[in-house]
Structure formats: structure tokens, C-alpha cells
């Protein structure tokens, strides 16, 4: 695709042992018309997305395990995510719910 559309294109993949790199291919072009090949290079961003993984992963499970309600807000203040926990009322009578 990068050839063919003569444009670079650029994302970060996980490889299959889970480290992540950011793979990129460019087109190359010779003295001939158009794209003759493609260089692709590979950088190491395991260090930039292992402790993102592990973060959400910890905020993760502290939302999962909160007893009380929780509202989580944006850079702006605005509201991003509300986790809401309720009291189990299921066993009360009806007439008291």
C-alpha cells in the first residue's frame, strides 16, 4: 500500500513474544518514475507502552473493586467516566424499595 499510493504509513504493533515497536515503512524512490521499493524500519516504544499497560491495568482494578460511586474527569473537568455503585436492595421487600 505504501508503494502503490507512494505515501508513508506508520503504527505501533506488538510482537508476538508482547514487545511493542513502532513499525514503519516509506516509500522509496529511485530514478525511475514512481516508487521502486519500500523501507521499512522498526523502533523499540516497549518502554513507552509497558507502563501504560500496567497503569490502566491498576486503575483498572481499582474502579472494578470500589465500593462507593466514582467520577472520573477529563483535562477539562468535564465528566469523562462514571462508575456508579449501588446497594444491593434485591432481597428487601418490595414495598421498602
Keep these: 500500500m ?19 515497536v513502532s513499525l514503519s515503512i516509506t516509500p522509496f524512490e529511485g530514478r525511475k518514475e514512481g516508487a521502486e521499493g519500500a523501507v521499512i524500519s522498526l523502533h523499540s516504544v516497549d518502554y513507552l507502552k509497558k507502563p501504560l499497560e500496567e497503569s490502566r491495568a491498576y486503575w483498572a482494578t481499582l474502579i472494578e473493586s470500589a465500593r462507593e460511586s466514582i ?4 483535562e477539562g473537568l468535564q465528566f469523562s467516566k462514571p462508575i456508579l455503585r449501588f446497594p444491593d ?4 421487600p418490595a414495598h421498602l424499595v
Excluded: C, E, H, K
Aim: glycine share 8%.
Design 89 to 92: 436492595y434485591s432481597s428487601l
Design 71 to 74: 467520577v472520573i474527569l477529563d
Design 2 to 20: 505504501a508503494i502503490r499510493n507512494r505515501t508513508g504509513q506508520q503504527r505501533d504493533v506488538q510482537t508476538i513474544d508482547g514487545t511493542w
